[in-house]
C-alpha cells in the first residue's frame, strides 16, 4: 500500500503570496496517478489537479501541480481569499487501494 | 450534473444502513463509482469502488467483509450497504464519479463530481 505524507500539516499565508505543498510517496508512483482535491469548511472535495499536473475543469491557472516518482508539489501562485482550505494529494492508481494523503490546511495569516 | 445522497442515521454498533447515492444530469453507466468517507474532524479515506457493469469491485481493507457496494444503472443509483456497524464507522460518506481523461495517448484519472455527503453515526 502506497502512504502519502504531506507537509506542512498547516501552512499560514496571506493573501497574494505563493502556496506551496507538498506531497510524499512511501514508493514511487506514476504521475499519471496522483491527483489533488481542495475541500472547504461543510464542502465536498473538489478536483483540482489529475496526472500531477493537469488541472481539472475550471480552475484557474494560478493552481499548478508538478513532481514525479516519490515528491509531488501542488502550487497557488497568488493566494486568493477563497483558497484558504484543505488540500489533499490522493494515489487514484491502477489498483486499490486509493489512499489520501492526511491533508494540508491552508489557513490565513 | 449531481450526486446526492441519502440513508445516513444513527445507527447502534453492529447495526446495519443502506446509503444511496442518485445522480442526474448523467448516466451513471458510463462511469466507475467510489464511496470516500470522512470521519469527524479528520481527512478522507476512500471506501470502495465499482465497475460500470458491477464486475470490477474494490474495498479498503477497513470495510471489508463488512460494506458492500453495488449500482443499479437503470435507476442511475449508486448503493453502500453497510454492516457490523463500529464507532469508527462515524463519518460522512460521499459517492464520487470516475473522470477519465485523454491527454497525449495516456488516460489519467480523478474523481470529477462529488455528493454533499450524508452521515452515518455509530452510537449506542
Same mark, same amino acid.
Request: hydrophobic fraction near 30%.
Given at each position: 500500500? $502506497?502512504?502519502?505524507?504531506?507537509?506542512? /500539516? #498547516?501552512?499560514?499565508?496571506?493573501?497574494?503570496?505563493?502556496? #506551496?505543498?507538498?506531497? !510524499?510517496?512511501?514508493?514511487?508512483?506514476?504521475?499519471?496517478?496522483?491527483?489533488?482535491?481542495?475541500?472547504?469548511?461543510?464542502?465536498?472535495?473538489?478536483?483540482?489537479?489529475? /496526472?500531477?499536473?493537469? !488541472?481539472?475543469?475550471?480552475?484557474?491557472?494560478?493552481?499548478? /501541480?508538478?513532481?514525479?516518482?516519490?515528491?509531488?508539489?501542488?502550487? $497557488?501562485? !497568488?493566494?486568493?481569499?477563497?483558497?484558504?482550505?484543505?488540500?489533499?494529494?490522493?494515489?487514484?492508481?491502477?489498483?486499490?487501494?486509493?489512499?489520501?494523503?492526511?491533508?494540508?490546511?491552508?489557513? $490565513?495569516? | =450534473? @449531481?450526486?446526492?445522497?441519502?440513508?445516513?442515521?444513527? =445507527? @447502534?454498533?453492529?447495526?446495519?444502513?443502506?446509503?444511496?447515492?442518485?445522480?442526474?444530469? +448523467?448516466?451513471?453507466?458510463? %462511469?466507475? *463509482?467510489?464511496?470516500?468517507?470522512?470521519?469527524?474532524?479528520?481527512?478522507?479515506?476512500?471506501?470502495? @469502488?465499482?465497475?460500470? &457493469?458491477?464486475? &470490477?469491485?474494490? %474495498?479498503?481493507?477497513?470495510?471489508?467483509?463488512? +460494506?458492500?457496494?453495488?449500482?443499479?444503472? &437503470?435507476?442511475?443509483?449508486?448503493?453502500?450497504?453497510?454492516?457490523?456497524?463500529?464507532?469508527?464507522? &462515524?463519518?460522512?460518506?460521499?459517492?464520487?464519479?470516475?473522470?477519465?481523461?485523454?491527454?497525449?495517448?495516456?488516460? %489519467? %484519472?480523478? *474523481?470529477? =463530481?462529488?455528493?454533499?455527503?450524508?452521515?452515518?453515526? =455509530?452510537?449506542?
Amino acid at each position: 500500500e $502506497i502512504v502519502l505524507t504531506q507537509s506542512p /500539516g #498547516t501552512l499560514s499565508l496571506s493573501p497574494g503570496e505563493r502556496a #506551496t505543498l507538498s506531497c !510524499r510517496a512511501s514508493q514511487t508512483v506514476s504521475t499519471t496517478y496522483l491527483t489533488w482535491y481542495q475541500q472547504k469548511p461543510g464542502q465536498a472535495p473538489r478536483l483540482l489537479v489529475f /496526472g500531477a499536473s493537469n !488541472r481539472a475543469a475550471g480552475i484557474p491557472d494560478r493552481f499548478s /501541480g508538478s513532481g514525479s516518482g516519490t515528491d509531488f508539489t501542488l502550487t $497557488i501562485s !497568488r493566494l486568493e481569499p477563497e483558497d484558504f482550505a484543505v488540500y489533499y494529494c490522493q494515489h487514484y492508481g491502477s489498483s486499490p487501494p486509493y489512499s489520501f494523503g492526511q491533508g494540508t490546511k491552508l489557513e $490565513i495569516k | =450534473v @449531481q450526486l446526492v445522497e441519502s440513508g445516513g442515521g444513527l =445507527v @447502534q454498533p453492529g447495526g446495519s444502513l443502506r446509503l444511496s447515492c442518485a445522480a442526474s444530469g +448523467f448516466g451513471l453507466s458510463s %462511469y466507475r *463509482m467510489n464511496w470516500v468517507r470522512q470521519a469527524p474532524g479528520k481527512g478522507l479515506e476512500w471506501v470502495a @469502488q465499482i465497475s460500470i &457493469t458491477s464486475s &470490477t469491485i474494490y %474495498y479498503a481493507d477497513s470495510v471489508k467483509g463488512r +460494506f458492500t457496494i453495488s449500482r443499479d444503472n &437503470t435507476k442511475n443509483s449508486l448503493f453502500l450497504h453497510v454492516n457490523s456497524l463500529r464507532a469508527e464507522d &462515524t463519518a460522512v460518506y460521499y459517492c464520487a464519479r470516475r473522470e477519465e481523461y485523454s491527454r497525449g495517448g495516456s488516460y %489519467y %484519472y480523478g *474523481m470529477d =463530481v462529488w455528493g454533499r455527503g450524508t452521515t452515518v453515526i =455509530v452510537s449506542s
